[in-house]
């Protein structure tokens, strides 16, 4: 289909963040757009302020008639009445993953996928080439805190495009450069097995096209077993890769590093948001922009103002009396990274982190994880389970996970539990994290922080 030529595009489930990106893009395009989320926020907010209309109820009547072309997410339910009309009259139904792989026939397209970092990687590659002057089409997973939004377009038939995969929905995607960043055990409600994860990932680059490159981490489980015509292998600082990073240090919030491969070295990059992991984001980055033979200097000073993704390492408050950060971790080894990082950066602080564990079957299958990362904090508050698509399953409840946890430090408590606690206790270094509606919290937390 050649989505450039579409006049009028009608979305179910409009106020995702990826289905979001994908309304800018059609509206960018000059097509009507319009659509129907659950409730209003304030990004379907934005999306109204953009020229989009958007409804929220699941009403028949205000479908666009003369849509033509549908676009759907799976997390839609199955009962959903506007849905289930639109199938049975004949409309072109579509799901995301599939507007997306046409968006991946029709340009030259770098793909981010893995369990952790495609967000911030797929933002920081977008960031790169559109602060050096390259330009590119960004479709990402995470609001860009640069440019307070989620999608932007260029001239430049180039697409960057953060890949899913939940629902498999990434094995539609046909990249020149495909990033994989990590293969671990997630969504089993989907894949069933960690194997099953696994042989997904693999599949995805068999769909490089021909002559194409993956960029993946070092040291990945089954790395023989990915394929392109060129693999590229980073890391944080191990120099068996073919990028990696050198001479980190600490500074202001943020680290200073060299980049070194083997035909290049940039010295003294500069990376201005926390985050260990971070930098290793920023490696790999980088690597893609070399290989689109982008000019060294202008990365690196493009770099330096970066100001990261809206709830990934976001220093929401940050000063000398209290730190406070959110971050969206929703699985253990996220937390891990985050905790430690946060631990390393404002060494000397005593770190109280607020989790909300996401879905019922993701605490089912991680709780002894979530247990053991959460521990590595000095005190830890657990909300209830954000329950998105996802019935409760008896016996699971975030106690579950408190039951596990080896830091005796740790309670379960309500919203409103948790705004009372922050009013009440001495903070010095505050987390945020979980993929729910926690972000929720944040301002009016913020707001408590500041006039303490």
Not at 254 to 260: Q, R, S
């Amino acid at each position: 289909m050649n989505v450039r030529a579409l006049k009028r595009v009608y979305f179910v489930g409009i106020g995702g963040i990826g289905m979001s990106a994908l309304a800018r893009f059609f509206r960018n395009q000059g097509a009507v757009v319009s659509g129907y989320d659950r409730t209003e926020t304030p990004l379907t907010k934005q999306l109204v302020a953009e020229g989009m209309s958007v409804h929220y109820t699941d009403d028949i009547a205000l479908i666009d008639k003369e849509a033509e072309l549908i676009v759907y997410t799976p997390a839609i339910p199955k009962d959903h009445a506007e849905l289930n009309w639109l199938k049975d009259n004949g409309y072109p139904v579509y799901k995301r993953s599939d507007v997306l792989q046409w968006i991946t026939e029709a340009l030259f397209s770098v793909t981010v996928a893995g369990t952790h970092g495609k967000t911030t990687i797929s933002t920081m590659i977008a960031y790169l080439l559109r602060e050096t002057g390259y330009g590119c089409n960004a479709f990402l997973g995470g609001i860009s805190v640069n440019y307070g939004s989620n999608y932007w377009s260029s001239d430049n038939a180039t697409a960057v495009i953060e890949a899913d995969e939940y629902d498999r929905s990434f094995l539609k995607l046909f990249p020149d450069i495909a990033v994989l960043t990590a293969m671990d055990a997630d969504h089993l409600d989907i894949y069933g097995t960690a194997a099953e994860v696994e042989a997904a990932f693999i599949q995805y680059t068999k769909n490089i096209k021909a002559g194409g490159t993956l960029v993946a981490k070092h040291g990945l489980h089954r790395a023989k077993d990915l394929q392109a015509s060129n693999i590229i292998a980073y890391s944080l600082q191990n120099d068996a890769a073919d990028v990696y990073g050198a001479n980190i240090v600490q500074k202001d919030g943020g680290y200073v590093f060299d980049v070194i491969a083997k035909d290049w070295v940039i010295n003294d990059v500069r990376l201005p948001i926390g985050g260990m992991h971070n930098a290793e984001n920023a490696i790999a980055a980088i690597g893609v922009t070399q290989l689109l033979q982008i000019e060294a200097e202008k990365v690196k000073e493009a770099l330096a103002g970066f100001k990261g993704i809206k709830r990934r390492f976001e220093y929401v408050v940050k000063n000398e009396n209290i730190v406070f950060i959110d971050d969206y971790a929703h699985h253990p080894e996220e937390l891990a990274a985050l905790i430690q990082s946060a631990k390393r950066l404002f060494a000397g602080r005593k770190c109280v982190v607020a989790f909300q564990p996401h879905l019922f079957t993701r605490t089912r299958d991680f709780a002894d994880g979530f247990a053991t990362s959460l521990s590595m904090a000095d005190e830890v508050i657990l909300l209830d389970i954000y329950p998105a698509r996802e019935l409760p399953i008896d016996g699971v409840t975030s106690q579950m996970i408190a039951d596990r946890m080896g830091n005796p430090n740790h309670t379960v408590l309500t919203k409103e539990g948790l705004l009372n606690y922050v009013k009440a206790a001495p903070l010095d270094l505050f987390i945020t994290a979980g993929a729910g509606d926690i972000d929720k919290l944040v301002n009016p937390i913020k707001e408590i922080l500041e006039n303490k």
